[in-house]
């Protein structure tokens, strides 16, 4: 539940750090989601920016998801969907590492290589979108084929000349 709190409680809390959990499967029942909870409380999901792997949330053989934590004031300075971007642990650190550091994150590894990076509005101006385009045209009844015979709209409708 989110709640506003008072900024003498926002100083104390800089060193706390938030869990986030990905669900592979959502339970099917009141109990399996129980257990996937219990598991969260009694596991320690590691760090994503210092930690490897990530708590596994099973409740007997069946895989439900993964946990990890990440620090409140990055969350604060960051995006916040970042860390619950990717259901794998490795891949949501492998995409913070490059959108934050511009390096190169490989599992088991520290970060090594550097990889430019530019907003796409650096690159140039996207086009118009292809619905837009269609929304110009009025597909009519097939009356004569035209020299344009090879387009056609979604399959079976041709352009009339």
Known sequence: ??????QQAAQEDRAEQVVCV?????????????AVAHVLAQGTPPDIESGQGALELNVGQVKFGEAVTVPWQR????LWI??????QAELIRAARTLISDAAVYLPGTTPSGTVPLTPLRNLGVLGPDRRDIWDGFQPRPLERV???EGLRFYGRVRVAC
């Open 82 to 87: 970042a860390p619950c971007a990717f259901a």
């Open 22 to 34: 990905n669900l592979w499967r959502n339970p099917n029942s009141v109990f399996e989601a129980l």
């Open 146 to 148: 035209g020299p344009y």
């Open 75 to 78: 969350l604060r300075a960051d």
């Open 1 to 6: 539940m989110a709640r506003k709190i008072g």
